[in-house]
Each structure stands twice: as structure tokens, then as C-alpha cells.
T-cell receptor
Framework: GENVEQHPSTLSVQEGDSAVIKCTYS??????FPWYKQELGKRPQLIID?????GEKKDQRIAVTLNKTAKHFSLHITETQPEDSAVYFC???????????????FGRGTQLTVWP | DTEVTQTPKHLVMGMTNKKSLKCEQH?????MYWYKQKAKKPPELMFV???????INESVPSRFSPECPNSSLLNLHLHALQPEDSALYLC???????????????FGAGTRLSVL
């Protein structure tokens, strides 16, 4: 099955700095890559996603890049703010039919702390 | 509206109790998921229902029994749980298990379960 590795496990940055979280995946059949943000005691919230037919997607301060050849994708947060502090999970989802279709395979998460 | 509603928010139960968790969505989604999440860990998939039929059971112990009475509602019946089952139980839904925008998963706020 799919295996998603996520690094780093913790990341501390000063407010205003950029933060980058990287994920690699193993299954070339994966074609959908969402990123979820989970604040303490809250639900995972989809913040951005990318499909394998594009290399980059931006939404205000957040961007995701995808390198299909290398099988890795990254989350970039610019001008970080204290409210960006949360656990961020990457995930990969394969397009193969059967039991894996639509499943999300999560990375282990990155605890991001933004210091004021 | 991307609302998935879970009740109760918190639940404390003894090892001999029987209780149920409830999940509801009114987005017309036809795929619904149960996840278990321990602190600072990614969600672990337990069950997937697709068009009200159980599609995936991730070898979950029989003390967890899912039920999908209709396309909007998903239950998780709990019986004779162990203390190690204490966790956050998350429900999610997606349009269906297909490709493209159909497999974007939206999470509920979860039920925090404590087994004494």
C-alpha cells in the first residue's frame, strides 16, 4: 500500500518567517494530495490540495508544490502568524479502483509553532 | 456548507457499557468514514461506507460496530471497550470514493471518548 513520510515532525519559526513541510509518497498511482491543519482539540481542516496534473497551487499565504517524478510534495506558508500554529498533516490518495480508491494515507504530522 | 456534525462531543464509558456515536451530513455525500485518532498522531481509518454499504473494514475489533441507516447518517456502536480505545473518533464524508473533487474528505469535530 501507499506509504507517506512527512518531515519535520516539529517546526518552530518566528512570526513573519516562512515555513516549509515536506512529504514523500511511494505509490505512483496516487494522484490527489491534500493538506490538513488541526488545531488543538479541533477537527482536521482541509487547507489546500493539489492533483497530479498540476505542479503548484497557491491560496494567499499558502502554496503546495508537487514533483511527480521524485514523488514528493511540499507545503509552503509565508508570512507566518501565531494562528498558523497547529499540527499539519499531508496525505496521498490513489486513483486505483478497489479498496484503495479514495482512501487517504496520512503522513505522521508536523507540529508547527509560530512565535510572536 | 461543508458541515459534518458529530454527537456527543465527549463520552465517558465503563468497559461494560454500550454506547453509540453519531455522525450526520447533509451535503448529499455518498461516502462516509470513521477514523480513530490518538493525540498528536494522524487519523487511522476504521471503516468506509459507500452508498450505504460497508466498503472497507480495517480489521477493527468487533467491539466496534458501524451502521449506516441512510445516506446522511453514520453510527458507531461501542460495546465492551478497553481503556486503550480511548481516543478522538472522527467522522468524515466525501461526495463519493471516485476521483477528482469527489474524494475530498470533510471531517467532523469528533467525539472524545474515555474508557474507564
Amino acid at each position: 500500500g501507499e506509504n507517506v513520510e512527512q518531515h519535520p515532525s516539529t517546526l518552530s519559526v518566528q512570526e513573519g518567517d516562512s515555513a516549509v513541510i515536506k512529504c514523500t509518497y511511494s505509490d505512483s498511482a496516487s494522484n490527489y494530495f491534500p493538506w490538513y491543519k488541526q488545531e488543538l482539540g479541533k477537527r482536521p481542516q482541509l487547507i489546500i490540495d493539489i492533483r497530479s496534473n498540476v505542479g503548484e497551487k497557491k491560496d494567499q499565504r499558502i502554496a503546495v508544490t508537487l514533483n511527480k517524478t521524485a514523488k514528493h510534495f511540499s507545503l509552503h506558508i509565508t508570512e507566518t502568524q501565531p494562528e498558523d500554529s497547529a499540527v499539519y498533516f499531508c496525505a496521498a490518495s490513489p486513483r486505483v479502483r478497489g479498496s484503495t480508491l479514495g482512501r487517504l494515507y496520512f503522513g505522521r504530522g508536523t507540529q508547527l509553532t509560530v512565535w510572536p | 456548507d461543508t458541515e459534518v456534525t458529530q454527537t456527543p462531543k465527549h463520552l465517558v464509558m465503563g468497559m461494560t457499557n454500550k454506547k453509540s456515536l453519531k455522525c450526520e451530513q447533509h451535503m448529499g455525500h455518498r461516502a462516509m468514514y470513521w477514523y480513530k485518532q490518538k493525540a498528536k498522531k494522524p487519523p487511522e481509518l476504521m471503516f468506509v461506507y459507500s452508498y450505504e454499504k460497508l466498503s472497507i473494514n480495517e480489521s477493527v475489533p468487533s467491539r466496534f460496530s458501524p451502521e449506516c441507516p441512510n445516506s446522511s447518517l453514520l453510527n458507531l456502536h461501542l460495546h465492551a471497550l478497553q481503556p486503550e480505545d480511548s481516543a478522538l473518533y472522527l467522522c468524515a464524508s466525501s461526495q463519493d470514493r471516485g476521483e477528482g473533487a469527489k474524494n475530498i474528505q470533510y471531517f467532523g469535530a469528533g467525539t472524545r471518548l474515555s474508557v474507564l
